[in-house]
């Protein structure tokens, strides 16, 4: 059915059109470009739609939504909704929503947003008496098997949209502050920004379909700093963050087995409380360049089998699997694989790594060392000298050679400990 909107000020091919009154909505500046302000008490009514096609440049708009949404997929009691083709920069805004899956921003269709040196909050709301959990539009909380809370996103960037956001604070008080849906092609890109999820959360979702690009900005959340579904691409570039959880999250959702997700990490300082990229039965492109990655439980680079009934399933088919490389880094932790469905392959360029490594093909470069900290059992790619490696007194590393450049039998490593390649 189609979707009706009440909306409390719109413009349509950039022209202003009449406010509505049965939006019961207080507007004052509209039809002016600077000091727009709307507050929206009602249910189911938007601040502010922006459609058709044409630019709109609006300065210090606030804009505060108190009615819960319907379903943020249509982009329902968002305070900013822009749609179609229209293209729309906010400059010096406030946006804030209280209510059930009432998005602060969303973007849907092929338009473009830009949002410059603004403040969006999602607080979220109490949850309608008789609502049942469903995933997909309609749902007003996350999808249960992601095991986090919450009932409004901030920003959501649908279908082919696009969205810039620069200089920005984008707040949630859970679920999510930086989200792509039911992405044909949307992008997402925040430039010097503060992402902050106060209670349980992530700091931005790549859906199936989306690119998603942070640069030089701060990530500080409970639960997921990123996290990749399906066939989707997220880049984090000079990113300051501390999570709570992990720092991303690879998974693969009702989806096709051969999926692949991107992720780029270059530069910046990564902390996590949990493994700093757990993939969970999901193939996945990582790549590392300069960066710090630091997880509190030790683990850098986890592949494990999602136990959740929306995983992707193999039915046995041989699939790309997880492959990550490390580029000037010089990392601290352990590479563990735990997912028998696919094999992870990690290369070190130019690169230290201090930790476990458990289930992975390891290939060094000329210019890379390991050292094991632990027991570890590794498949070593062709290339690899035996000066290499090393491991402290009482470290045991159990290894097969994929070619046979090193010798086998049991080696005795500088460090004290032993190399037994079978």
Not at 311 to 331: N, Y
């Amino acid at each position: 059915e189609p979707v009706v909107f009440t909306t409390a000020a719109e413009i349509v091919d950039g022209r202003w059109l009449p406010a509505d009154p049965a939006a019961g909505a207080q507007v004052r500046g509209a039809g002016q470009t600077r000091g727009l302000q709307i507050v929206s008490p009602r249910d189911r009514v938007n601040a502010l739609i922006v459609r058709g096609q044409g630019p709109t440049t609006l300065e210090r708009a606030r804009i505060e939504v108190r009615g819960r949404g319907k379903s943020d997929f249509d982009g329902i009691a968002a305070g900013v909704l822009v749609k179609d083709q229209a293209s729309l920069t906010l400059r010096d805004a406030r946006v804030v929503t209280r209510g059930v899956v009432a998005a602060a921003l969303t973007a849907t269709d092929q338009s473009t947003l830009r949002v410059q040196r603004s403040h969006l909050v999602a607080e979220g709301g109490p949850l309608p008496s008789g609502y049942t959990r469903r995933i997909g539009p309609g749902m007003m909380e996350p999808p249960t098997p992601l095991g986090i809370s919450g009932t409004a996103r901030t920003t959501l960037v649908l279908g082919a949209a696009k969205a810039y956001y620069e200089d920005s604070t984008i707040e949630a008080e859970a679920w999510g502050a930086l989200s792509t849906d039911a992405a044909r092609g949307a992008y997402l890109q925040a430039d010097r920004c503060r992402i902050v999820v106060r209670r349980s959360g992530y700091g931005t979702y790549a859906d199936n379909g989306a690119t998603v690009v942070l640069n030089d900005s701060t990530l500080d959340v409970p639960t997921f700093g990123g996290v990749i579904a399906g066939q989707a691409s997220l880049a984090l570039h000079r990113v300051r963050g501390r999570s709570g959880g992990n720092t991303v999250m690879i998974h693969s959702v009702m989806g096709q087995p051969q999926e692949v997700a991107t992720l780029s990490i270059r530069g910046g300082t990564l902390r996590s409380t949990n493994a700093a990229i757990v993939v969970k039965s999901a193939n996945a492109d990582i790549t590392i360049d300069q960066a710090e990655l630091q997880a509190d439980n030790g683990d850098l680079l986890l592949g494990v089998v999602n136990d959740d009934s929306h995983a992707t399933k193999t039915q046995g088919a041989t699939v790309p699997g997880i492959r990550a490389t490390v580029r000037g880094s010089r990392l601290q932790g352990n590479l563990v694989h735990l997912d028998t469905d696919r094999a992870m392959r990690v290369r070190l360029e130019g690169s230290t790594l201090r930790g476990r490594v458990q289930g992975v093909v390891l290939a060094l470069d000329g210019a890379s060392r390991w050292t094991a900290t632990a027991d570890s059992s590794v498949t070593l790619a062709a290339g690899t000298a035996l000066a290499q490696l090393d491991a402290p007194a009482g470290v045991t590393i159990s290894a097969r050679a994929e070619a046979g450049d090193l010798p086998a039998g049991e080696q005795r490593l500088p460090g004290g400990g032993r190399l037994v390649l079978r």
